[in-house]
């Protein structure tokens, strides 16, 4: 059985950090690509970081970031764990929103962890 679960979301200042975790489960880890994604109120679910070589590697080929994020959100995984994580940092009001991460291609959702941005 697939099991994503995410941790370490919170309520957090403007401009402060928050570290997102995901622990996986049931499927071949370091076989795939890893992202997250966040779904704000009355918006759709979006990518928010993608790493597209399950290797570890951080660097500008193996990584994704939407406009949006880029400068300010970090995916790094441990394959060993079996865990992805996301470093945020500057945080805005607009980053408020549910987290979730997945695989890719999709596997079913976790329950997300929620971020709070306060102004």
């Known amino acids: 059985e697939v099991q994503l679960l995410e941790s370490g979301g919170g309520l957090v200042q403007a401009g402060g950090s928050l570290r997102l975790s995901c622990a996986a489960s049931?499927?071949?880890?370091?076989?795939?690509?890893m992202g997250w994604f966040r779904e704000a109120p009355g918006k759709e679910r979006e990518g928010v970081a993608l790493?597209?070589?399950?290797?570890?590697?951080?660097?500008?080929?193996?990584?994704f970031y939407p406009d949006s994020v880029k400068g300010r959100f970090t995916i790094s995984i441990d394959n060993a764990k079996s865990t992805v994580y996301l470093q945020m940092t500057t945080l805005k009001p607009e980053d408020t929103a549910v987290y979730y991460c997945?695989?890719?291609?999709?596997?079913?959702w976790g329950q997300g962890t929620q971020v709070t941005v306060s102004s």
């Open positions: 997945n695989a890719i291609p999709l596997r079913p």
């Open positions: 790493m597209r070589s399950n290797d570890g590697t951080t660097s500008e080929g193996g990584t």
């Open positions: 049931g499927f071949t880890f370091d076989d795939v690509p």
